[in-house]
């Protein structure tokens, strides 16, 4: 709009040029270079003003944005029933936040979602500690580090994950960047028990924004990538552990069960010593 006003200006400013060469006017040719000057600066210069002043627009609508979706989900986080907020993260579009609650040992899913009137809907999906499957994070498309029920990956531990092992494994990854490397992406999947909801994708970085891993915004989001993850991987392995040692229990009643069933039989001469012998070798050969 402007450098258009500055070319307008520009025309003009040449005809009064060449009036006053016509008339031998100086002063009417000094104004005239004078007034040229201004029009293709000054026109030039009101411009990028302009785009500024639009850009800048543009981004305190985003963060007006972004602070509208962020308080939708604090909001279903606390009207939640059942669930009690211990630690949360919302992701930084937004679109995702996961909660856990430490006392009833649950982990929550705040999601968007597009209604029918286009106006984004938040949803919440609770698992208990003993459906989440698995925790990954991903990093510019590469998996840096894998926690399973079963087993884990890059070296993660149960009694290392909150002492900073993860932050070890993914130090030497990506320390091998210089510093004028970029982060495309950085993002933890979990994995849980649902058929119809298989994985949840939380990002730590803007996927339109390419930061350098050594600037602040990077490290922040690695930092806190990591502290979910260790967290996840934590109870995944905790869980694993619990699952195990009640089976075991359950096996060791059972053993014993069957060995005093036998004994009851004994006493009461419906065996004899040979048979309760014999049978109390199967059960603890079985078991």
């Known amino acids: 709009m402007f450098v258009g006003l500055g070319c307008l200006g520009l025309i003009f400013f040449l005809i009064l040029l060449f009036i006053g060469a016509s008339n031998d006017s100086g002063g009417l040719i000094f104004f005239s270079f004078i007034g040229m000057l201004v029009s293709a600066f000054g026109g030039n210069y009101l411009d990028k003003r302009r785009t500024a002043n639009r850009i800048l627009e543009e981004e305190n609508d985003k963060h007006d944005l972004l602070m509208r979706y962020e308080n939708e989900i604090k909001n279903k986080l606390e009207n939640t029933n059942d669930f009690t907020v211990s630690q949360k993260y919302i992701s930084v579009t937004r679109e995702i936040a996961i909660a856990i609650d430490e006392e009833r040992k649950l982990f929550c899913f705040i999601v968007r979602n597009s209604s029918e009137l286009g106006r984004n809907k938040y949803a919440a999906q609770i698992y208990s500690y003993s459906d989440i ?114 089976s075991t229990n359950k096996i060791d009643y059972s053993v014993t069960d069957e060995i005093l069933k036998l004994s009851q039989l004994l006493k009461e001469d419906l065996i004899t010593k040979d048979e309760f012998e014999d049978q109390k070798k199967k059960i603890l050969q079985n078991s």
């Open 133 to 246: 499957l698995k925790s990954e994070i991903i990093s510019n498309g590469t998996v840096v580090l894998s926690t399973t029920k079963n087993r884990s990956f890059e070296g993660m531990l149960v009694g290392g994950a909150l002492g900073g092992g993860a932050g070890a494994v993914i130090g030497g990854v990506l320390g091998g960047m210089n510093s004028i490397s970029r982060g495309k992406s950085l993002n933890l999947t979990i994995v849980v028990n649902d058929t119809k909801n298989t994985s949840f994708k939380v990002p730590f970085l803007l996927p339109e924004a390419a930061v350098a891993t050594s600037s602040q915004v990077y490290i922040e989001a690695e930092k806190s990538i990591e502290h979910w993850h260790n967290l996840i991987s934590y109870v995944i392995k905790k869980d694993g552990i619990d699952s195990e040692r009640n």
